[in-house]
Structure formats: structure tokens, C-alpha cells
């Protein structure tokens, strides 16, 4: 039986499950066409193990100049020597995987590999049946096919999606731990370069009606996920995507078409979308009362918090990596919903003294930003830290900052400072600031 894929963020339940998985469906399969007789059997379980194994180790020629390689294909596929994986959270009641942030270069997510957040499953949907219906406070209601929204001039941008809850496990002690690694920490972010159509475009075909000012966004997904959003929003930047890094979206990501808001908390982009209607005040759906509001400390809550703070976190080193002597590149990743990223400093002594980290083109408004800062690590115990500062002057708080501005009860929205503790010998773990 061909071995798992090397994977350090899946827990070794994970492993046992998903081998228990293979093994039984070996089983099944080889017990069906056991009368058939061998040459259907080997021919079966060599498409098994394509479809659901990985790939044997691959065997590299010393000399690939030597013999003629591999002809084209209709279809390519990753080199068979990387196996980068979203880690499952089985644990998550509804369904949710994180991006590998710290096998990742640049900034565009794989789609692949985009991260997964979904309340009702990822729906099947046949694209000639979809429709978009826009009403309510409209001169025009108008049902939308696909290729009605095809028609209209597209736009593309590249920008992030970030889970509205992402990093919670980075603010609540209870849920801390040193084992952490980046995409456990914050892996319910990605970055897609995304087509569609300007949701201005559409309220300008309908014909918005004076006086409405927020829209329900509403999904076919079982979870029926429906949020209010601002009007002006739509005349800003909004979109109706359906093209994801130069395809089609993917499923997960909300196929045939989502409603992408740049900037603003993942929640509120709600994929599959079937249907808006205009208002003039916001629905209080139950993802924005009872979900999604943060507790301040004075007792009261802060309800549509759209707006994803700056943030940053050290992708390497990190956990489980281990330290050598001598110069070390700290990189990592950086992000604002209000615009570009200005500046990022990195601290090597717990957040004692700072220094300016280099940032790594294209700085893209409302985009993960790559940076890097070249340290010289001399074996003992050091305590890594980053914060960004975005183009508006705001800086990422410290964990201290954000309970005295929301309480420890807070549960959305937490972007505060994160890091990572080198021990003496080079060894790195999650870093547990007070
Ligand atoms: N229809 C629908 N839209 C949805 C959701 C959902 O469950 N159903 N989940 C939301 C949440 S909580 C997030 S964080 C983002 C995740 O987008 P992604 O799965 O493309 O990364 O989609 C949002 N849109
Ligand atoms: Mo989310």
C-alpha cells in the first residue's frame, strides 16, 4: 500500500481515517471484480491508486537530458515530488479546511487549495439552471442567467477572502497551543485573482430606487446563508464573481457565481448566490445578530463589522521547524481590508525593539503582501514577532489592546499581534502573548 502524503498539519486520527478509508475501499473494489479476473483487478487498483492515493515516490533521473520526457497533456498536474494539502477540520460542525499559508509563494492561493468555509455543504449546481434574481426596491426586477452575466463588461481583481472567525485560535487561550502551525493559526485566508461582473453594473441595469440602502445577498446552499449589505459597497467595489484565478470558481468557492466584497469579512460573501433584494434598512438575519457581532467590554456588541483589520503572521520560521545558527529570512504574510499594507516591522526580542521588514511586490490594496526581514539567529532563545500598518495609518494591535478595546469574550475579528518562540537549540513553537 503506497504511503500517505507527508503532511505535518494532519493529525495522525486524521491518518489512521483517512488509511482505514483506502483500505476499505480496496477492499470493496477488489471483492467486485474479484471473478473477473487479475488483469481487470491490477488495471483497477492502478486507477485507485491514481485517484486516491498520491502518487508513488517519484524516481529522478540522474541525467533527464538523456531520455525523452513526458508528452503533453490535456490537463496538467502538480510535480509528483509536492504534495501541498489543506488541512480538514473535522472538528468543525458544518465543514471547514485551512490553506497551507506556509507552503505558499506570492500571493495568489491556488483554487485548489483556497481555503473552505461552508455551513450546508457545497452544493451541485447546474450552471444552465442558475439564476440571480435582483428586486425589492428596484424600478427593473430582473432574474439573471449566467450568460446574462456573462454579457456584461467583466472586471478582475486580486484580493483576499478572510474568514471572519480566522485566528481565533491565536487569540483564545483555551484554544492556544504550541503545536500550531501557520495554517492552523490563520489558514481561513486565501487570495484568488477573481472575474466578474461590477454588482454596480447590475444595480445600474435594475435601476436601485432612491432611498434603498442595504441589499440582502441570499445563497442556495442548505445553509441559506443570507447577510445584509450596504448599498454604497456595491458602488464601490463589489462583485459578482464567476471566475477564479482564470477559471471558472470552483465549488467550494461558491459555483456558478458569489457575491465577492474586497476587504470585508468572509462571512458577508456569500457564495452560491441565488438571489438580492433591495431595502432600505438591514434584515438582521441570524449571521448578523446572533453570529458575527463582536461583545465590546463595555457590554454592549458591535454588529456589521465588515471591515478585515490589518494583520500579519510569520510564515517561516514557524512550528515545527527547527533553527539553525546563522542567517535565517524571516517571511511571512500581511493583509488589510481598508487598503494596501504601508509597512511591516518585525521584532526577534518579544516586541522590545522593532525593525522595518521588506516588503515584496505586488503590494495590491485589500491583498495579502509578502514580507521579509534577514536575521542573524545565534542559537539561543528568541521570540518572533510582526505587525502591520496599512496605507490609512492603522496599526495591528497587540493581544492586550484588542481585550481592552472588546473584551476577552470576543470571538470574531481578531487580528491581534501573533508570534512565534525560537527555544535555545533552534526549535520554534506558537508563541503565547499575554
Ligand atoms: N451560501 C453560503 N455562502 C457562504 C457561506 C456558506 O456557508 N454558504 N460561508 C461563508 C463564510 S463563513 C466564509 S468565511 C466564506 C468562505 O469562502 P470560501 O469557502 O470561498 O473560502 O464564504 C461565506 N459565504
Ligand atoms: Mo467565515
Given at each position: 500500500m503506497t504511503a500517505l502524503p507527508p503532511d505535518s498539519s494532519t493529525s495522525a486520527d486524521e491518518r489512521a481515517e483517512a488509511a482505514a478509508q483506502l483500505v476499505s475501499r480496496r477492499t470493496l473494489l477488489a471483492g467486485a471484480v474479484g471473478a473477473v479476473g487479475a488483469t481487470?483487478?491490477?488495471?483497477?487498483?492502478?486507477?485507485?491508486?491514481?485517484?486516491?492515493?498520491?502518487?508513488?515516490?517519484?524516481?529522478?533521473?540522474?541525467?533527464?537530458?538523456?531520455?525523452?520526457g513526458r508528452i503533453p497533456s490535456e490537463l496538467g498536474e502538480r510535480s509528483p515530488f509536492e504534495h501541498p494539502r489543506r488541512r480538514v477540520n473535522r472538528a468543525a460542525p458544518s465543514g471547514e479546511s485551512e490553506s497551507p499559508l506556509q507552503d505558499l509563494y506570492g500571493t495568489i492561493t491556488p483554487a485548489d487549495l483556497h481555503f473552505e468555509r461552508h455551513h450546508g455543504g457545497v452544493p451541485v449546481i447546474d450552471p444552465a439552471r442558475y439564476t440571480l434574481l435582483i428586486h425589492g426596491m428596484v424600478e427593473r426586477p430582473f432574474k439573471f442567467t449566467l450568460s446574462d452575466l456573462k454579457r456584461f463588461p467583466a472586471v478582475s481583481r486580486v484580493c483576499f477572502i478572510e474568514c471572519s472567525g480566522n485566528g481565533y485560535r491565536g487569540f483564545q487561550q483555551n484554544v492556544m497551543k504550541r503545536e500550531a502551525t501557520p495554517s492552523w493559526i490563520d489558514g481561513l485566508l486565501s487570495t484568488s485573482e477573481w472575474t466578474g461582473v461590477a454588482l454596480a453594473t447590475l444595480f445600474r441595469e435594475v435601476g436601485v430606487k432612491p432611498g434603498a440602502k442595504w441589499f440582502l445577498a441570499e445563497g442556495s446552499d442548505a445553509a441559506h446563508m443570507t447577510r445584509s449589505i450596504p448599498v454604497d459597497k456595491a458602488f464601490d467595489d463589489a462583485m459578482i464573481a464567476y471566475a477564479q484565478n482564470g477559471e471558472a470558481i470552483r465549488p467550494e468557492q461558491g459555483y456558478p457565481a458569489r457575491l465577492?466584497?474586497?476587504?470585508?469579512?468572509?462571512?458577508?460573501?456569500?457564495?452560491?448566490?441565488?438571489?438580492?433584494?433591495?431595502?432600505?434598512?438591514?434584515?438582521?438575519?441570524?449571521e448578523e445578530t446572533s453570529k458575527y457581532t463582536d461583545p465590546l467590554a463595555n457590554g454592549t456588541a458591535r454588529m456589521f463589522s465588515f471591515v478585515m483589520d490589518a494583520k500579519s503572521l510569520i510564515t517561516f520560521p514557524a512550528y515545527p521547524n527547527t533553527l539553525g545558527r546563522g542567517w535565517c529570512v524571516i517571511t511571512g504574510l500581511a493583509w488589510s481590508g481598508r487598503g494596501k499594507i504601508a509597512h511591516v516591522e518585525v521584532s526577534t526580542d518579544g516586541g522590545t525593539t522593532w525593525q522595518s521588514a521588506e516588503l515584496q511586490p505586488p503590494i495590491l490594496s485589500k491583498c495579502t503582501t509578502h514580507f521579509r526581514h534577514l536575521w542573524k539567529y545565534d542559537g539561543g532563545e528568541a521570540a518572533l514577532m510582526s505587525r502591520a500598518i496599512d496605507e490609512t495609518g492603522y496599526v495591528q494591535p497587540t493581544r492586550a489592546q484588542l481585550v481592552a478595546a472588546r473584551g476577552a469574550g470576543t470571538f470574531y475579528h481578531m487580528n491581534n499581534i501573533r508570534g512565534w518562540k525560537v527555544e535555545r537549540g533552534g526549535k520554534v513553537f506558537f508563541h503565547m502573548e499575554g
Open positions: 481487470l483487478v491490477n488495471n483497477a487498483s492502478a486507477l485507485l491508486a491514481q485517484t486516491r492515493s498520491p502518487l508513488p515516490s517519484p524516481t529522478a533521473l540522474d541525467d533527464p537530458g538523456k531520455v525523452q465577492l466584497l474586497p476587504g470585508w469579512e468572509g462571512n458577508a460573501q456569500v457564495k452560491w448566490l441565488k438571489r438580492i433584494e433591495l431595502a432600505e434598512k438591514p434584515f438582521m438575519t441570524r
